[in-house]
């Protein structure tokens, strides 16, 4: 019992210390990044105390000191599917996947034939469901990560796809006009104005599949795969109710999906630092 | 004194007369197939409701562990293998065999003949499909007994999480595969291969076969006079559903066919995969055999540098229903 009022008691004194931090926020700007970080620690304190103070099972919900405990514990597992999954699946899926994107787009963009009819399979490909491809992934380029590579690319390659295809209609007849009265060519309007002015609906689509590849890389690993890599475990490990695995499994797959939607977002500001939505 | 227990139940209930049935819930290992034929002959031929008995059966299916459902409270009793119960017993939750209606293993790997496999001292550098989540230990186990690694380093084998169907067998990623006598391998041979194509090793035949589909509860409830009279009620019923499936094989195939509410079985597949099952179930009456159980956990023991489970399990399993039962 005393874990639960312990838990309670933690979470009104860090709402009542975070409303305080927020309303001096204006003033230190570094308080911005210590609200979310108590709203976190206080997420972690209550799920420890409810899970403790209620005696839930640790095979229902383990306690988030079990799990950090196992996460540290198991380092060199855990570095070896992120190896297998992110940088080996999802990373490269990711890469080849946004740039048949952008190039396919820009091959639309010339041609009407191919808009016409790209575009609808293009769409087609982007409702086939997860669980459909990844065998068939699995049956075409093996078990090991080239598969998983294959169901990313074909995740993340619609989201871009449509996104580019909007960013290079985004140009002005006027601005292009201009482009033609200095009598620029294709590549050469392409270069300096039209990719520059697509590069904030890209990045959108960037970020969108920045994420689904890595759900992509995971899932498709249920499907077949070696013995190694984040969807690896967490089917492996729910056979054993090896239940803090899995949450220190999901742990480390949220860090690298957020790093790697951060790191997006970054160079996002980087390139685009023109554009409205970028200015402070 | 159980005995007096069930006894002063059973003349409550003769008692009261028409009591409501009691409700049980059984979550099955798998999807809806002749591998669960005896609960769903039970039910179908009311051999449940003649015990007082209205009991539900959940399909399983790859996405479900019967452990985790048993854990939230989802099901009174699942039907599980040994291995999967005694990991989760060690891990705290104390479940406990009540009933173990398969006799023998089922499990066995497929090789392509064409792969050079004719001895388990073959498997030396070539690829294994193995199922997991929870169904790796069997196989594990015998790679330790054979003295192979399988971690992927020189010498030992490569192991490839195979998907619940044969596929890289017949694309020959895999020089092996599991299966089950009574499922995946006739997926092999109506891909088209014979079984002149094919090697297999049947776990049974190998001494590392362990106890597959057994009735698990959880160990508080089983304390409890009440549960474990309907427990009593359920097993008894269920081991006439299995005693008849067998000696109806072609009956009860049809009876799993009326249950399956999705429509993916068909009915030679069934016919022939509760042919196969009844090989599986004869020579049980229930009753859990101790000398099987010691095989189990003693080759979950030694399971090398990862064993299953490190110290032998108490109490995990219990004849106090099947006593009464099969009385």
Known sequence: ?280 | MKKLVTGALMTAFAATGAQAADDVTLQLKWVTQAQFAGYYVAAAKGFYEAEGLNVTILPGGPDVAPTQVIAGGGADVVVDWMPSALAAREKGLALVNIAQPFKSSGMMLTCLKESGITTPADFAGKTLGVWFGGNEYPFLNWMSSLGLKTDGSEGGVTVLKQGFNVDPLLQKQAACVSTMTYNEYWQVIDAGLTPDDLVTFKYEDQGVATLEDGLYVMEDKLSDPAFADKMVRFVRASMKGWKEAEANPDEAAMIVLDNDETGAQTEAHQKRMMGEIAKLTAGSNGALDEADYQRTVEKLLAGGSDPVISKAPEGAWSHAITDLALK
């Open chain 1, 1 to 280: 019992m005393i874990w639960l009022w312990g838990a309670l008691a933690f979470w009104v004194a860090a709402v009542a210390l975070n409303a305080a931090l927020a309303r001096r926020a204006a003033r230190y700007p570094v308080l911005r990044l210590v609200v979310p970080a108590v709203f976190g620690v206080t997420l972690l304190v209550v799920w420890e105390g409810v899970v403790r103070g209620l005696g839930v099972s640790p095979v229902i919900l383990p306690p988030p000191s079990a799990v950090g405990a196992r996460l540290v514990g198991s380092l060199p597992v855990l570095w070896g599917d992120f190896v297998q999954t992110f940088l080996k699946g999802a990373l490269s899926g990711y890469v080849i996947g946004c740039g048949a994107a952008v190039a396919v787009a820009i091959a639309i963009d010339r041609s009407v034939f191919l808009q016409r009819g790209l575009l609808p399979v293009g769409n087609f490909v982007a409702a086939l469901p997860i669980v459909g491809i990844a065998p068939i992934m699995v049956m075409w380029f093996g078990f090991d990560w080239h598969s998983k590579a294959a169901v990313v690319v074909v995740m993340v390659f619609f989201p871009v796809l449509v996104n580019t295809v909007a960013g290079l209609k985004a140009t002005e007849a006027m601005q292009r006009d201009l482009m033609a009265t200095y009598s620029a060519s294709y590549g050469q309007t392409l270069r300096k104005l039209r990719l520059p002015a697509a590069m904030p609906f890209i990045f959108n689509g960037l970020k969108i599949a920045a994420t689904l590849a890595l759900i992509g890389a995971i899932v498709a690993e249920f499907f077949g795969s070696p013995t190694r890599g984040m969807g690896f475990r967490i089917t492996a490990e729910i056979g054993k109710l090896g239940l803090d695995m899995i949450w220190a499994t999901i742990a480390v797959a949220a860090l690298a999906g957020s790093a790697f939607y951060g790191a997006i977002a970054l160079i996002e500001r980087a390139v685009t630092f023109w554009h409205p939505s970028q200015r402070n």
